[in-house]
């Protein structure tokens, strides 16, 4: 085992493992890509199997550890990048489940610790979860677009893969399918449209489609009912805002009529930042605001 990685289970050959992961940075600011992992590893039953050494690939002078108060002990949080072990009902294979953070230093490092562990386990497919700001609305359902390397995967999603021609910048998501690739692997990538006017935190409408995709794929049957709970919490949250704002609810619906409208093949910005959208800072400062609050308070 690399030894960049800690131990958490046992490390043994899965049935026919598929490694489905989030990391939160360039391709899920707000973390909502992330919550629906973390969905998974609790309503799955999933069990650690190991971790990513914190201190080789982050500088704690960017991203600071966080102290916490646990029992009355004063505890340290790093930066964790962990995988989990899980074999859900309806599922006919195992299923490793990363979830994590771009770290700062060592990308190819990175990247060839997750593949090694995923292979040590059987693993040669991956699948892994973004979101990414869109010119949406809040009211419609949550786009899912897809990006993969082999054609299989459109006929097990019921998604087409557009081909992307992007060039620019990267995140650690673009890296580490395209260095899974280069190592024979089947992998893709389903990315969730997030309103762009509301990034504050995690969007549980977002990780509720992609968890969708994902029980569509694999056969299995996500119980999503806490999501849903803070969905309804997190819809009149916006609405509570939207009331006292005519500029914002015009917005809105703007969006509505352009998305009922259209509803056009959304890229799959695999390696992707967005393209700039109409600029809606000024008119939902407020909404934004109040949304952060409203998450620092819980």
């Known amino acids: 085992m690399h030894e960049a990685l800690r131990q958490l289970g046992e490390i043994r050959t899965l049935d026919d493992p598929v490694m489905i992961g989030a990391l939160t940075g360039f391709t899920d600011g707000?973390?909502?890509?992330?919550?629906?992992?973390?969905?998974?590893?609790?309503?799955?039953?999933?069990?650690?199997?190991?971790?990513?050494?914190?201190?080789?690939?982050?500088?704690?002078?960017?991203?600071?550890?966080?102290?916490?108060?646990?029992?009355?002990?004063?505890?340290?949080?790093?930066?964790?990048?962990?995988?989990?072990?899980?074999?859900?009902?309806?599922?006919?294979?195992?299923?490793?489940?990363?979830?994590?953070?771009?770290?700062?230093?060592?990308?190819?490092?990175?990247?060839?610790?997750?593949?090694?562990?995923?292979?040590?386990?059987?693993?040669?497919?991956?699948?892994?979860?973004?979101?990414?700001?869109?010119?949406?609305?809040?009211?419609?359902?949550?786009?899912?677009?897809?990006?993969?390397?082999?054609?299989?995967?459109?006929?097990?999603?019921r998604l087409k893969a557009p081909?992307?021609?992007?060039?620019?910048?990267?995140?650690?998501?673009?890296?580490?399918?395209?260095?899974?690739?280069?190592?024979g692997w089947k992998n893709a990538s389903l990315w969730a449209m997030v309103p762009h006017y509301i990034t504050a935190g995690p969007n549980p409408n977002v990780a509720i489609s992609l968890i969708d995709v994902i029980d569509r794929g694999f056969g299995t049957s996500t119980d999503v009912t806490a999501l849903r709970e803070e969905a309804e919490q997190f819809e009149d949250q916006v609405r509570a805002v939207l009331a006292d704002s005519d500029e914002a609810a015009a917005y809105v619906r703007q969006l509505e009529e352009q998305f009922d409208t259209n509803q056009p093949p959304l890229p799959a910005p695999e390696d992707a930042r967005p393209e700039e959208l109409p600029a809606a800072e000024d008119l939902l400062t407020d909404l934004e605001r109040f949304l952060k609050d409203q998450r620092q308070d819980e």
Do not use: C, K, M
């Open 30 to 157: 707000s973390g909502a890509a992330l919550t629906a992992i973390d969905h998974l590893v609790e309503a799955w039953g999933a069990e650690p199997l190991a971790e990513i050494e914190a201190e080789t690939f982050f500088d704690f002078t960017v991203q600071r550890p966080r102290v916490a108060l646990e029992e009355g002990e004063r505890v340290i949080h790093w930066p964790e990048n962990r995988f989990y072990v899980a074999r859900p009902p309806g599922a006919a294979r195992d299923f490793v489940l990363l979830s994590g953070v771009e770290p700062h230093l060592r990308w190819r490092q990175f990247t060839g610790v997750i593949a090694e562990l995923a292979e040590t386990v059987g693993s040669t497919t991956s699948v892994t979860l973004g979101a990414q700001p869109a010119g949406v609305p809040h009211t419609r359902p949550v786009p899912v677009s897809l990006s993969s390397s082999d054609s299989s995967f459109e006929e097990l999603f």
């Open 163 to 183: 081909a992307s021609r992007y060039q620019g910048q990267t995140g650690i998501v673009g890296v580490l399918n395209l260095a899974l690739r280069a190592r």
